[in-house]
């Protein structure tokens, strides 16, 4: 059984990795804030902004109790700014390199990569239907997506894609285009 666990586990975190994996290029944007809303509530925004790290050009990014959080940025500054994740997950990188890790937090998933011994921002997902971004939330159907950010530069019938440099923001639903998640995350060529 604790095999089966450690196995589903590995393959869930390879799953979320293949989320990652390369897109085409485009872009658009808004503004980036986060906020407690009344109730408990986040809001949260997003904004195309040129980036002041090691990631270059315009990019998409997630902004949380004030920090900003760049998918291709390093993670380690960020994770001591945040404190305890609920739950932390690693496991062996589905591309061979170093560890792959999954930090749970109420609002999102923070996930990471190792390269040439730096942890890095892989992506951020959002399941909470309580987080706003932008006025969309999970829950919402792809239409709310798509009025909000406009075209996407992909689209099927599984979600939509918006593209910033080397960052993007991926809309998914259940197929019936109801949205199951937002994700920011790195975009590879």
Do not use: W
């Amino acid at each position: 059984m604790k095999k089966t666990k450690i196995i589903t586990a590995t393959i869930g975190l390879c799953v979320a990795a293949s989320l990652f994996a390369g897109c085409s290029n485009g872009s658009t944007g808004e503004t980036a804030q986060a906020s407690r809303l009344e109730g408990g509530q986040t809001q949260i925004s997003v904004e195309v902004t040129q980036a002041t790290s090691a990631v270059t050009g315009d990019v998409y990014k997630f902004t949380y109790k004030g920090y900003d959080i760049i998918p291709g940025q390093d993670a380690t500054a960020l994770l001591a700014s945040l404190g305890d994740a609920e739950d932390i997950f690693s496991a062996a990188s589905c591309a061979g390199q170093g560890l792959a890790t999954a930090y749970t937090y109420p609002e999102f998933v923070l996930y990471t990569y190792e390269e040439n011994g730096q942890e890095l921002i892989d992506g951020i997902e959002i399941e909470n239907p309580l987080t706003d971004c932008d006025g969309v939330h999970v829950g919402d159907k792809i239409e709310v997506a798509k009025a909000t950010f406009g075209t996407p530069v992909q689209e099927d019938d599984y979600g939509i894609l918006y593209t910033a440099g080397n960052t993007g923001i991926q809309i998914n639903t259940d197929g019936a285009g109801t949205i199951v998640a937002i994700t920011y995350r790195r975009v590879l060529d």
